[in-house]
């Protein structure tokens, strides 16, 4: 049985950071891409950065570009969200999601295992 458990949220202040990390069980990852998504209270759930199977291509979202990072390490079947200069608008609950394809796509039909999310509160 697939199974993703997401940690390291949080609450911090305007302009510090967080570390999120998915730990992955169930199946081998590596041939598949891993990504976050978020869902801000009364919004959908957004995509926020993918990462490929081999940890070669990723891509981030235009709101969170230069401030996140994703990595992934495949032999702890890990994904991890390096988070810096935090905003309030970053609020939302973060969902760790492996993808039906070793390439990196930024929608959400392309996800099919989903981790049950981890809260993050930036306040101003």
């Known amino acids: 049985q697939v199974q993703l458990v997401e940690s390291g949220g949080g609450l911090v202040q305007a302009g510090g950071s967080l570390r999120l990390s998915c730990a992955a069980s169930?199946?081998?990852?590596?041939?598949?891409?891993m990504a976050w998504f978020r869902q801000a209270p009364g919004k959908e759930r957004e995509f926020v950065s993918t990462i490929s199977g081999s940890g070669v291509s990723t891509r981030y979202a235009g709101s969170v570009k230069g401030r996140f990072t994703i990595s992934r390490d495949n032999a702890k079947n890990t994904v991890t969200l390096q988070m810096n200069s935090l905003k309030p608008e970053d609020t939302a609950v973060y969902y760790c999601?492996?993808?039906?394809?070793?390439?990196?796509?930024?929608?959400?039909?392309?996800?099919?295992?989903w981790g049950q999310g981890t809260q993050v509160t930036v306040s101003s």
């Open positions: 999601a492996v993808g039906r394809f070793a390439a990196v796509s930024t929608l959400y039909r392309d996800y099919v295992y």
């Open positions: 169930g199946r081998t990852f590596s041939s598949f891409a």
